[in-house]
Every structure is written in C-alpha cells, then in structure tokens.
C-alpha cells in the first residue's frame, strides 16, 4: 500500500483519532473509506450529469426522437 502525508485541521485530527467508536480499526482504514465513498459520490454525480446531457441532446435531436418512436411500434405497452 502506498503512503502518503496530509495536514489536518485540529477539528479533523480529532474525529480521526475517534476512529474506532466509528467502527474502523485503525485511522488508515478510516481515510481510505472515506475517500472511496467520495470517489463513488462524484462518480454518481458524474453519470447524472451525463445523463442529463444525453436526455438534453435527445430532446433537440428529431431524427432520434423519430429512431426511437419507429423501433418502439409494435412493442406491448
């Protein structure tokens, strides 16, 4: 595992050093949590935006619009 060196506020060193009433067994553990459940976070956000954009440029697109309608004909509602 690599390692690195961060500076934390004392607020932030003080709810670290709180690690194991949190459940984590050692302050690494702790960090590495909760950088992936950020990670995962923009990650979510990231397909939402894309998403978005996709759903926004196929409003403006008529010719997909009309793709779409004509393969859905015939399917059960």
């Known amino acids: 595992m690599l390692q690195t060196k961060i500076s934390l506020t004392p607020s932030l060193a003080e709810f670290l050093d709180d690690h194991r009433s949190y459940g984590f067994k050692d302050k690494s553990l ?5 950088l992936l459940r950020f990670k ?3 990650e979510l956000e990231s397909l939402a935006r894309s998403a978005d954009l996709y759903a926004e440029l196929y409003e403006q697109d ?3 619009r009309e793709l779409t309608e004509s ?4 399917w059960p509602e």
């Open 30 to 34: 702790m960090v590495r949590s909760a």
């Open 40 to 42: 995962e976070e923009l």
């Open 71 to 74: 393969a859905l004909q015939g």
């Open 62 to 64: 008529e010719e997909s």
